[in-house]
């Protein structure tokens, strides 16, 4: 599935810890749209739609009163394990990332993104709201496409 929207970014909307949002926006079931990805190969556009569905279920699959949130949220409810099971899963992005061949400087900010993920989602109640908000998994897909597509 692709949905295509122009890019209109709002020059008033900060764009996140320490660089630009890439022009990729969220499609209304919380998927990331897919126009930019057709001119990679068949087997890397098929990787990145994969991990976006994942990133998609960890982050942002379901959504109440208009916010979004994925099962990340619901596993840090569970003290310790859910935090680690949540980390693994934010972890294989970082790893198929690393098979794409993206650059030391993309794999570290991909793992800053899960570091704060796994730091900030540990504490109770808010680390649950952080979740939430932040949508780590979702910030790596975007600078894996940003990689992957050369910015586009």
Do not use: C, W
């Not at 990679?40 to 982050?59: C, F, G, K, M, N």
């Amino acid at each position: 599935m692709s949905v295509s929207r122009p890019y209109d970014p709002d020059p008033a909307e900060p764009h996140g810890f320490g660089y630009d949002a890439p022009p990729y926006h969220d499609a209304p079931d919380g998927r990331i749209e897919t126009s930019s990805l057709d001119d990679l190969p068949p087997e890397q556009r098929a990787a990145v739609e994969r991990l976006d569905r994942i990133a998609t279920l960890l982050d942002s699959q379901f959504s109440i009163l208009g916010i979004r949130f994925g099962i990340e949220p619901i596993l840090g409810i569970l003290p310790v394990a859910g935090d680690l099971a949540g980390a693994a899963f934010s972890g294989y992005l970082v790893l198929e990332a690393a098979r794409f061949g993206a650059p030391k400087r993309t794999l570290a900010k991909m793992a800053v993104n899960v570091g704060l993920d796994a730091v900030f989602g540990s504490v109770p109640v808010l680390g649950t709201i952080f979740d939430v908000a932040y949508k780590a998994n979702k910030r790596n897909v975007r600078i894996l496409r940003r990689h992957l597509t050369g910015g586009r």
